[in-house]
């Protein structure tokens, strides 16, 4: 029988199968396991140190994990030629958390360059498109300022211009709102939304900024630890029976119980016993 | 004792991955040059011109005045060495010969490595602190087409060109001091010290020149690529570009000039 069509199951833009990553020896994801489904906004929340940051280097093909699979659009990246990669970056836009814009380029030449890099578009056309991601960010007028010259929230905006030129089908968002004031913050979320309602993106968003997370997120995994605690939407993350989800969420400090022998010891050196 | 030994151990191990590192560098680096056009991803003409300007034209001025004062430091020592044997006339030769072998390309690799090693260093380590280069790698640039492979032609280019400026400035040098004290005419000198010049000094020179542009390069972007903990891995990196850099060409000329003299 089939099913009713606003319950069939929807296509995943990203599967994540049993990741295990490290750095210098120490493990930092220890099988994590996740899927965000075609056209949802994914938002992955946890604590300093829980390892999201690390999730979308991996996520973004810029490292290769000890083992696991990363499948984007159907694709397994980690399994990628460099050939193949460069043509799956036509399909991928990402805002980091400082803008990353290139110093030495204009915000149009910053945001001309995968036009550049993936199409043979000549300059005018480029131009127009440019302009085109500019207005949907609020940045009209502002292309030919150096980024040095932008404050941060539009560099943040000419980074999400230069994200979307290609109209990407992934998008990923690191800490989108780090050093925003809350108003700023909040015109950023609006444009998340937008862009999902507008061209369909199948959007993942790190970040540990509550309000945010729960005004955009269709989806929240929360991370800690380098596992995952829990994925669900938000009305289920909220209700969550989980410790330390609660913690994180209620921003309760942790209360790690001290080993005072151990303290001592860490202190000077010395064993009491 | 075994602590340090582990220590010399640990340190020659990270030196040779390091030099790896370093070849495959280059190795990638001339892989784009060549086969990156047939890929569609063809190295940037209007990066490498950009370059070439900052690494070359601007360093020009520099050049021209440290060889000529160098010249004109060889002419006061040779003509006061030569003195007692009232061969001073053979100042010509000595400095014409060493000017075009050797002190040309070294002072001009030096010059370079501390002007524009340092700063390709700089550029690429603060770039990697700003996730420029990951947001290189997620646009589908790869890193070494976009910033080592330009860097690299730049270098080849210009560092025989400064070279050849070098020479000339030398010579020149020399000559000023040499009228001064022999009264030889500059016309004379430079004159001779053409005559004295075949090709093999030339080429022995230039190539000189090349093998240190390599240097300068690899080493410069592997130090940037390899930049940790911020502002100050930045300054790390860079001083550190330039000191590997100049001990580099310093190894890679004795190298050079112990095969060369042997041909």
Known sequence: ?273 | MKAKIEAIGRRTVNAIEEIGYGLMMFYEAIYWLLLGQFKKQPVNLSLIAAQTVQIGVAASLIVIVLCFSVGMMLAIQGLETLKPYGAQAQVVTGIALSVTREFAALITGIIVAGRSGSAIAARIGTMKESQEIDALQVIGINPVRYLAAPALVAMVISMPILTLFGILMGMFGASIYTLYELGMPIGIYMSRSFDVISMYDLLQGLSKSIVFAILIVVISVINGFQVKGGAEGVGLATTRSVVISISAIVIADMIFTFFITRI
Do not use: W
Request: aromatic share 4%; charged share 25%.
């Open chain 1, 1 to 273: 029988m089939n099913k009713p069509l606003n319950q069939a199951p929807r296509k995943k833009a990203i599967q994540v199968k049993n990741l295990v990553t490290h750095y210098d020896g120490r493990k930092i994801l220890n099988g994590v396991s996740l899927e965000v489904n075609q056209g949802e906004i994914m938002v992955i929340m946890g604590g300093s140190g829980s390892g999201k940051s690390t999730l979308l280097r991996y996520l973004l093909g810029l490292q290769k994990p000890t083992s696991g699979h990363i499948e984007l659009l159907g694709k397994d990246i980690t399994k990628m030629t460099e050939h193949d990669l460069h043509h799956m970056m036509r399909n991928i836009g990402v805002s980091f958390q400082g803008g990353a814009l290139f110093g030495s380029m204009t915000v149009a030449e910053n945001i001309q360059l995968p036009l550049k890099e993936h199409t043979s578009l000549d300059e005018k056309t480029m131009q127009i498109m440019s302009q085109m991601k500019l207005e949907v960010v609020n940045l009209a007028g502002f292309e030919n300022l150096m980024p040095s010259q932008l404050s941060g929230g539009m560099v943040k905006r000419a980074a999400l211009a230069r994200a979307i030129i290609l109209d990407p089908r992934l998008l990923f968002f690191d800490e989108p709102s780090a050093g925003l004031d809350p108003v700023v913050s909040a015109e950023l979320d609006e444009l998340i939304l937008r862009l999902r309602d507008a061209m369909n993106m199948t959007i993942v968003v790190v970040t540990h900024e509550l309000d945010s997370a729960f005004k955009i997120a269709d989806r929240i995994t929360i991370l800690d630890r380098g596992e995952i605690l829990m994925c669900g939407t938000v009305d289920e993350v909220r209700n969550s029976d989980n410790q330390r989800i609660y913690n994180l969420l209620h921003r309760q400090p942790r209360q790690d119980s001290v080993d005072v022998d151990e303290y001592l010891h860490r202190l000077t050196g010395q064993s009491l016993s």
